[in-house]
């Protein structure tokens, strides 16, 4: 499979380095200037004469880089050839952008009629506001998101990592395995469209039902967990542990490791437990109080109750299982070396990483593959 990547920043790039990951062959086709991402930082490495972002550094492994200026006649030839021989293209220009480059849905059909594109936009193709332009915080926050992120004190926040590009990116890739499956009946490509927009709907869960059957508006609750108790963080004699109590019964083996009645009147039920968080809370801090962390998690892991520590991401690169996980990869970048990278997520049975993909590409410099992936064309 070859796929092109047309796309900038986050979510565009994410869905094209799953395909990546997977085994394709991508080549991100980037402007003279490159991906925005190539500016964003600190934190970068190397020197003046070949800095990189560590932020293009996370969705751009198993790629190569081919500059192009869209604008001139040689090189949209260049790009004309390379559709023709595509069978992905990711872009994430607004709607009506790519078009406006001249390469119009029946352009590019005559091109390459099995063709599969992924289109990524902010808040969709159409619509009233289709023509906003869209980024990751702006959607957290019109999607609704940040509404229900955030302490109990109301103060509101945002998801640590942009979760609206990611998921984006994820539901792209997706579609577009979908349409690949289509076209390998019918031989015919087509348009895969998402949004940022879109992704922030999907990830409500329950907290939109919540609202469109139940019709209550979701408010931050911190570290708790809005329908279930008792599951949430709560502080030790050292530092904090994160409990999941998910049915009676494991309430029943936490309400006796932690030495709270499982029977209290206030407790019976999960919906009396939510309905008593507050109370529920400071019984169950009040007990943990009295011991550091690793006492805890080592009782509930005993007791075969979910439970685990909060770690930092220091921590989570050092750990073992993440490591036993193929969550970490190591590439050789042409100008900085050795890069340890975070690894695909998906694994298949006999592979350890990827299917179709035993050893993994580093991020490119801009234009690194200019020549060969011209050479390519040429044969």
Known sequence: MLVLDLSRALAGPHAAMMLGDMGARVIKVESPAGDDSRSWGPPFVGGDEDRESTYFFCANRNKESITLDLKAGADRGTLDELVRRADVLVENFRPGGFARLGYRDDRLRSLNPGLVRLSITGFGHDGPESARPGYDQILQG?????SL???EQGTITKVGVP???LMAGMNGAIGVLSALCERARTGRGRVVRTSLLAAMIGAHAFQGT?????KEVPVPTGAQHPSIAPYGLFETQTAPVQVACGSEALWRSFAHVV???????????????VANRSELTAEITGMLAARPAEHWLRRLAEAGIPAG?????DDVYAWEQVASQGLLIEVDHLTQGTLTLPGPTVRFDDNAHA???QEHL???TLGQHNESVREWLRT
């Open 142 to 146: 019109e999607g609704g998101l940040m």
């Open 149 to 151: 992120t955030g302490d």
């Open 163 to 165: 979760i609206a590009d």
């Open 210 to 214: 919540r609202w469109t059957v139940g």
């Open 259 to 273: 030495g709270i009645p499982a029977d209290d009147p206030r407790f019976g039920t999960n919906s009396l437990r």
């Open 309 to 313: 520590k909060v770690r930092g991401l």
């Open 355 to 357: 299917a179709g993909r």
């Open 362 to 364: 580093a991020p490119p």
